[in-house]
């Protein structure tokens, strides 16, 4: 319907509908508004209320954000702490269980994302912001955490909220990759 509607000229706005009581939008809603750059009109149903919302720079925090697969997950994670630190990667669709399904998303995507391979499971040199590829029982590497120093990772795994957390033991154990951006070099 979004590509039918640009066709016949500009999108000046998004209408969505609530059933909760609420016009106010949600996480997901603001995440939108954000990456559409236009004003969304949230109606809800029950209230027969409206709120209109623009673009103000929302952004997640990167502590304690709800897992959303292809929205707000490890990767999202990896994206938003590296553009924290000036640097902006680009976005990768994603299916869910892409994994299970013979995809290879992050080693098929790592190079065009700017990172380099600098090391394996059995690397031990890390810096501040390399990323850590690790399969989680998957056949190719499937979770991404971003090392923080102090043998601290932050991570967003399935059914948690994203948190740091020390790395070692498992998150050691299924480390596949180790990668650094190459502005960081």
């Given at each position: ?5 640009s066709?016949l000229g ?21 995440l939108c ?11 809800d ?13 929302f ?13 707000v ?11 924290e630190?000036g640097?902006?990667?680009?976005d ?6 892409w ?5 290879d998303?992050?080693?098929?995507k ?5 990172f ?6 059995e690397f ?5 912001h ?10 190719v590497?499937?979770h991404?955490?971003v090392y ?13 909220l ?11 154990k299924v ?8 502005e960081?070099?």
């Amino acid at each position: 319907d979004y590509a039918a509607c640009s066709d016949l000229g500009e999108i000046i706005a998004v209408f969505h509908s609530h059933n909760t009581g609420s016009s106010e939008p949600s996480i997901a809603d603001k995440l939108c508004i954000e990456k559409g750059k236009i004003p969304w009109i949230i109606y809800d149903l029950i209230s027969e209320t409206f709120t209109v919302t623009e673009p103000s720079g929302f952004k997640l925090p990167l502590l304690g954000r709800e897992f959303k697969h292809g929205y707000v997950d490890c990767l999202s994670l990896i994206r938003d702490y590296y553009s924290e630190i000036g640097i902006e990667l680009p976005d990768s669709e994603r299916q869910d269980n892409w994994w299970l399904k013979g995809g290879d998303l992050y080693r098929e995507k790592f190079q065009s994302f700017g990172f380099i391979k600098v090391g394996d499971s059995e690397f031990n040199s890390f810096k501040k912001h390399d990323v850590i590829l690790m399969q989680v029982g998957s056949p190719v590497p499937n979770h991404g955490a971003v090392y923080i120093g102090d043998n601290q990772i932050i991570q967003h795994c399935q059914g948690r909220l994203s948190s740091r957390d020390v790395y070692g033991g498992y998150w050691r154990k299924v480390t596949n990759m180790v990668l650094r951006h190459k502005e960081l070099l």
